[in-house]
């Protein structure tokens, strides 16, 4: 019918003309057409390989944070050390003002005991240092002028004046704090 109203070129021409729009109306016409395809990605890898990937990928940034673990834990033991290091510092110098009072102290006790000593009569003094520890005796002898001295020797008993003597004159040979081997 189209035929017998226009020649056969004009309906050639029509045709080409209407082709274009004709091929898009059909090919939105069809679902998908359009639609991008996309690659399936298949992996032919095992779980452990998955795991493997993740450590590896994760190794540098594990390390790190060990790394600083184990730094602040030096740090804080560092601290405690110093801490313990401060206190160990100051429990010294108590001790040492301690030692160097009572260095201070035994001088003037000891100064003291020797003055009482010196003071007191020859047969008193005798009786006292026959009951005390014949070192700290034969020390307090010692320190008393040799006039006071032989005369607290004379008024003590025998035996026990003989072993102050003999402590005093080991105290002054020089070899006696010599190792004998």
């Not at 679902?31 to 991008?36: C, H, K, L, Q």
């Not at 890898?45 to 600083?68: H, M, P, S, W």
């Not at 070192?135 to 008993?157: D, G, H, N, Q, T």
Request: proline fraction near 6%; aromatic fraction near 4%.
């Amino acid at each position: 019918m189209i035929a017998k109203l226009l020649p056969l070129p004009s309906i050639r021409s029509l045709l080409r003309r209407l082709a274009l729009p004709l091929a898009g109306a059909v090919l939105l016409s069809i679902p998908g057409a359009f639609a991008e395809e996309r690659p399936v990605i298949t992996t032919t890898k095992a779980a452990g390989d998955e795991v493997r990937e993740f450590c590896t990928n994760i190794a540098d940034a594990a390390r790190d944070q060990r790394y600083l673990l184990q730094k602040k834990e030096l740090e804080d033991l560092q601290k405690e050390v110093d801490g313990r290091i401060q206190t160990l510092e100051q429990r010294r110098a108590e001790y040492e003002d301690w030692l160097k009072r009572r260095n201070e102290f035994l001088k003037v006790a000891e100064a003291s005991l020797v003055d009482i000593y010196k003071n007191m009569p020859a047969d008193a003094a005798a009786a006292q240092l026959e009951l005390i520890r014949p070192e700290i005796a034969s020390a307090i002898v010692m320190r008393l002028a040799p006039r006071m001295s032989s005369l607290i020797l004379s008024e003590m008993e025998a035996e026990k004046a003989a072993m102050l003597t003999a402590i005093i004159a080991s105290a002054s040979d020089p070899n006696t704090s010599k190792d004998p081997s």
